[in-house]
Every structure is written in C-alpha cells, then in structure tokens.
C-alpha cells in the first residue's frame, strides 16, 4: 500500500521562501511519478509540480515556474517542493501524489496514491 505524508506547510510572508516534505513508503521509486497539487478555496485542484522517476524529467505550471524546485531524496523516500518569493495567490492546501504509471505528470487524474494536504498561508 502507497502512503505519502505531506508536511512543512504554515504561515509564511509574501516574497518569503517555504520547503515541503512528502515523505512515500510502499512505492517503487524506480518508475512513476509524484506530483505536487494545491487547491485554494472555492477552486478546483490545480498541479504544481510533478517529478517523473522514469526519465527523471521535471515540470512545473506557469504559476509557479521560476519560482519553484522539485527535488527527491531516495534515501529518505522523500520528496521537497521548495518555493520562493511566495505570494497570497500560492495560498493553498498542498498534497502530493504518486503512482506508477507514465503519463503527464501534472494532471490529477495519473495518480491513484494522495497524501493528505498540508495547509499554506502566505500574508501579504
């Protein structure tokens, strides 16, 4: 059984940098994908960054590209999505996801596995 922990999430100041850990066990790190999705109030989910083991490839949407780094620790089974110059906008719940399968990796749909989301807040 796939299970993710999200964390590191909590209060941060717009222009302010946050880094969050997803923590897998039970997942095949050599193929698939984990992604990182955020959705805000009255919105629907939204992918924010994905990591495809397969090819070890990296996405990232426009909203956070230049702004956001996707990087995995197999060691630790355990991947960081660490943003920078945060602003209101990136207020969210952020959950990560993994599976197996190839696909794009920034869309809900691929992934069968969710952790439970951990809640950011940037003040402006």
């Known amino acids: 059984e796939v299970q993710l922990q999200a964390s590191g999430g909590g209060l941060v100041q717009a222009g302010g940098s946050l880094r969050l850990s997803c923590t897998v066990s039970?997942?095949?790190?050599?193929?698939?994908?984990i992604g990182w999705f955020r959705q805000a109030p009255g919105k629907e989910r939204e992918g924010v960054s994905c990591?495809?083991?397969?090819?070890?490839?990296?996405y990232y949407s426009d909203s956070v590209k230049g702004r956001a780094t996707i990087t995995s620790d197999s060691a630790k089974n355990t991947v960081y999505l660490q943003m920078n110059s945060v602003k209101p906008e990136d207020t969210a719940v952020y959950f990560c996801?993994?599976?197996?399968?190839?696909?794009?990796?920034?869309?809900?749909?691929?992934?069968?596995?969710w952790g439970q989301g951990t809640l950011v807040t940037v003040s402006s």
């Open positions: 996801a993994a599976d197996t399968r190839y696909g794009q990796c920034l869309t809900a749909p691929l992934y069968r596995s």
């Open positions: 039970g997942f095949t790190w050599k193929n698939g994908a």
């Open positions: 990591l495809r083991r397969t090819d070890g490839n990296t």
